[in-house]
């Protein structure tokens, strides 16, 4: 009875050992639960798939890390914590509809003229993405929104009137797809 009991228990912890209990999945791409920014842990809020045209295509899986979870959308785009949002791509995407993407998201802020030099300077570090590529945004109150592009950090924009006019593209009220906003904020992903 006991060699059994041992052999279920080796078994259950070789299960929880290989399961990514770590990690959260989404259309086959996984992202840590927690990333440290900055000295401070993030947690994983939730992630969604962007869509795109009237066919559905998959663009990317969005990941949105936060200090504390969170499903108010609005709250997470105006605080002043700090935040990363991370685009894996799951298909190649030019650098054109990428801009263009920006600046139709920005457009719907109501603040495109106010913060045109930022957001020139952010679609001026987009390049072509390819799959499996990446797009990591991480916010810090009193440094900025810090843009990696790949493995290459491009730069820094400061300002939180920037940042949150920029996470409220996928949080406020018009995200780019309904399903991907929903994601973000811990619902069903895709």
């Not at 495109?112 to 991480?138: N, P, S, V, Y």
């Amino acid at each position: 009875m006991k060699r059994l009991a041992a052999t279920v228990v080796l078994s259950l912890l070789s299960l929880v050992a290989a399961s990514p209990a770590w990690a959260r999945e989404c259309e086959d791409v996984t992202m840590p639960d927690s990333v440290t920014v900055d000295g401070t842990r993030l947690v994983l809020n939730g992630m969604g798939v962007r869509e795109a045209t009237a066919l559905q295509v998959n663009v990317y899986v969005a990941g949105l890390y936060v200090e504390s979870r969170s499903r108010d959308g609005n709250a997470i785009a105006s605080s002043d914590t700090r935040r990363r949002l991370v685009l894996h791509f799951v298909r190649d995407v030019s650098r054109a509809d990428i801009v263009g993407a920006f600046n139709e998201g920005f457009g719907h802020s109501g603040q495109a003229g106010a913060l045109r030099a930022q957001i020139r300077q952010l679609t001026g570090w987009m390049a072509d993405m390819h799959e499996g590529e990446k797009l990591t945004f991480t916010y810090v109150p009193s440094t900025g929104l810090t843009v990696q592009v790949g493995r290459r950090t491009r730069g820094t924009i400061a300002g939180a009137a920037f940042a949150q006019a920029f996470f409220g593209i996928w949080l406020g009220a018009h995200p780019p797809n309904a399903g991907l906003r929903t994601g973000l904020l811990g619902g069903q992903c895709g």
